[in-house]
Nanobody
Framework: QVQLVESGGGLVQAGGSLRLSCAASGSIFSINRMGWYRQVPGKQRELVATITSGLSTNYADSVKGRFTISRDNAKNTVYLQMNNLKPEDTAVYYC???????????????WGQGTQVTVSA
């Protein structure tokens, strides 16, 4: 089985910074894409940022220039550095990974349990 364990959420004032981490462990052959999504009550989960094994990145327009996604392939870990946080960034942030568990081409998608980020005005 595979687990994604997130850390780094919390409460911060507007303009502050937080760094989220997500470590994948278990039966992993390779990880294609890792990313972060967020969700607020009553709304759909939305993409924040993704990064491929080749380190290509993609960001939501709302976080471009403020958030930076990175990964350590050797540690199967993805990070999200969040700067200049705004109250509208308040959400539960979920880690996501698309990976292979064996040398087969079959890919699986996994989610972390979520970590709360709260930005006060």
């Amino acid at each position: 089985q595979v687990q994604l364990v997130e850390s780094g959420g919390g409460l911060v004032q507007a303009g502050g910074s937080l760094r989220l981490s997500c470590a994948a462990s278990g039966s992993i052959f390779s990880i294609n894409r890792m990313g972060w999504y967020r969700q607020v009550p009553g709304k759909q989960r939305e993409l924040v940022a993704t990064i491929t094994s080749g380190l290509s990145t993609n960001y939501a327009d709302s976080v471009k220039g403020r958030f930076t996604i990175s990964r350590d392939n050797a540690k199967n870990t993805v990070y999200l550095q969040m700067n200049n946080l705004k109250p509208e960034d308040t959400a539960v942030y979920y880690c996501n990974a698309i990976l292979r568990r064996t040398s087969s081409r079959v890919e699986y998608q996994y989610w972390g349990q979520g970590t709360q980020v709260t930005v006060s005005a």
